[in-house]
């Protein structure tokens, strides 16, 4: 049976951080998505959507877009703030 050297047991744990990070950075992202059930407008208009509708929340470095539509509201995307929505195509609010 071969020897694990020490650095693969602090990269398998390393891994492990990792996801467990993600899985509460998820969480979080999800529970203010949520919140959004009761206090729809509190995110501000998205500047490139040009629509008083698409709104975003604001979330560390990313923005959590949606739609506030008159019996829900529709999540549309997470996308890091340094992405340059002008220039994606096509944009989130237009899928939908």
């Known amino acids: 049976m071969r020897r694990r050297s020490a650095g693969?047991?602090?990269?398998?744990?390393?891994?492990?951080d990792s996801e467990a990070y993600a899985n509460r950075f998820?969480?979080?992202?999800i529970e203010a998505a949520e919140s959004l059930q009761t206090l729809p407008l509190r995110g501000r208009t998205v500047p490139e959507a040009n629509s008083d509708s698409i709104r975003e929340l604001l979330f560390g470095s990313f923005r959590i877009i949606y739609r506030v539509e008159?019996?829900?509201?529709l999540l549309m995307t997470v996308v890091h703030?340094?992405?340059?929505?002008?220039?994606?195509?096509?944009?989130?609010w237009e899928v939908f």
Do not use: Y
């Not at 693969?8 to 492990?16: A, D, L, M, P, Q």
């Not at 998820?26 to 992202?29: H, N, V």
């Not at 008159?70 to 509201?73: E, G, K, Q, W, Y």
């Not at 703030?81 to 989130?92: G, S």
């Open 8 to 16: 693969f047991w602090r990269n398998e744990s390393r891994s492990k």
């Open 26 to 29: 998820a969480e979080r992202i």
């Open 81 to 92: 703030a340094a992405r340059d929505l002008a220039r994606m195509e096509p944009k989130p």
């Open 70 to 73: 008159p019996t829900r509201v």
